[in-house]
């Protein structure tokens, strides 16, 4: 069960397993420049508040990939427009990133714009709740996916 998890309420000691955030940021310090880690769940899985802690602490800057969401543009009109993601961006602006750097990439199906050196998965998949503008972009993306990267970590929020 996904939990929504609001930016106030995070404590990364409700973290299942026990530790995982420091692991994840153990094995970051460990990836060289010009790495990603990227963190993907199911809305409200708390992939936004664990990625601003993240990035914190490893002084890495972070793409929101929901700022690329075209349903919440103000010029987005339903009756014009098809509701979705626009990927090309959300991969232009990963891939500028990463040339100057590394990274936290997050959000639904981050793994499929941006190939991951490390990832964190939160919550169970597929998760519960979906949203119509979801469907199409999620399509076939799959979290195993990504197994054999450098690290993979599944966490669950308690």
């Given at each position: 069960?996904?939990?929504?998890?609001?930016?106030?309420?995070?404590?990364?000691?409700?973290?299942?397993?026990?530790?995982?955030?420091?692991n994840v940021i153990s094995e970051c310090r460990r990836a060289p420049n010009g790495s990603s880690l990227v963190i993907d769940g199911w809305p409200g899985s708390?992939?936004?508040?664990?990625?601003?802690?993240?990035?914190?602490?490893?002084?890495?800057?972070?793409?929101?990939?929901?700022?690329?969401?075209?349903?919440?543009?103000?010029?987005?009109?339903?009756?014009?427009?098809?509701?979705?993601?626009?990927?090309?961006?959300?991969?232009?602006?990963?891939?500028?990133?990463?040339?100057?750097?590394?990274?936290?990439?997050?959000?639904?199906?981050?793994?499929?714009?941006?190939?991951?050196?490390?990832?964190?998965?939160?919550?169970?998949?597929?998760?519960?709740?979906?949203?119509?503008?979801?469907?199409?972009?999620?399509?076939?993306?799959?979290?195993?996916?990504?197994?054999?990267?450098?690290?993979?970590?599944?966490?669950?929020?308690?």
């Open positions: 069960m996904n939990t929504f998890v609001r930016p106030e309420e995070f404590d990364p000691d409700r973290f299942l397993p026990p530790g995982i955030l420091e708390g992939k936004t508040p664990t990625s601003k802690w993240l990035a914190q602490r490893l002084c890495w800057p972070v793409i929101h990939l929901d700022e690329y969401n075209l349903n919440q543009r103000p010029e987005f009109d339903p009756k014009q427009h098809s509701p979705g993601f626009d990927e090309e961006a959300m991969m232009d602006a990963v891939a500028c990133r990463l040339k100057v750097g590394s990274v936290v990439v997050e959000g639904v199906c981050a793994g499929r714009i941006c190939k991951p050196s490390v990832m964190l998965h939160l919550g169970r998949w597929p998760g519960t709740r979906l949203i119509k503008s979801l469907t199409a972009f999620i399509a076939d993306y799959s979290p195993e996916l990504h197994e054999g990267v450098q690290s993979t970590f599944w966490a669950n929020f308690e």
